[in-house]
């Protein structure tokens, strides 16, 4: 029985060491910290349809799950999402660089715009812009770009859903997060220090 439940644990990846060695469970639905001296931005783009606006947002966070900036944008002639979420990265990578980030994650929970990033030679249709994410990744130290469930992507979600279901189409960077979103910013920080 014993034998079985550890291998439940270990297939499901819920079972992860603390920093004093003990085991705790953690949940594979909640958000999850950079490692300190780092600064984790999750972005998102809401795209609709080619002839509409699409709402870009990133919310960046430090180890702690404390929100340094949020952004949020609107932007035009958007053929496909994926153009939408390739333009999201570069003015997120435009703006962070413009603060003085240079440690960052960058994270999204849309696997094809990390897959372009990573491999653009498989993406010629994309060149151009892929190529200016190629340049701006030199402004940074450190630049790392990894994957989220929309779960725990969920807050740039919001925040870029905002700007077409409220009409917010003016551009603004702010500190700290979005005070609509307090309370769930909260949570996923105080989840990020158990």
Known sequence: MVDEADQ??????????????????????????????????????????????????????????????????????????????IRCVIWTLTSLSDLGVTNVIIASDYNEVMEAIELPLQWPRYRALLHQITKLKEKFVTITFEGETIRTNGIARDIARSVLRDGRFQSYLALGGPSWLQDRIAREETRSRD
Do not use: M, Y
């Not at 439940?8 to 060491?17: E, G, M, R, S």
């Open 8 to 85: 439940w644990f270990k297939l499901n990846n819920v079972l992860t060491p603390d920093t004093d060695g003990r085991a705790c469970l953690q949940s594979v639905d909640s958000w999850s910290p950079p490692e300190e001296g780092r600064i984790k931005c999750n972005i998102h783009a809401n795209w609709r349809n080619a002839s509409l606006h699409s709402g870009i947002a990133w919310i960046a966070r430090d180890h702690s799950g404390n929100v340094i900036h949020h952004a949020r944008d609107a932007i035009v002639n958007a053929p496909n999402r994926l153009i939408a979420e």
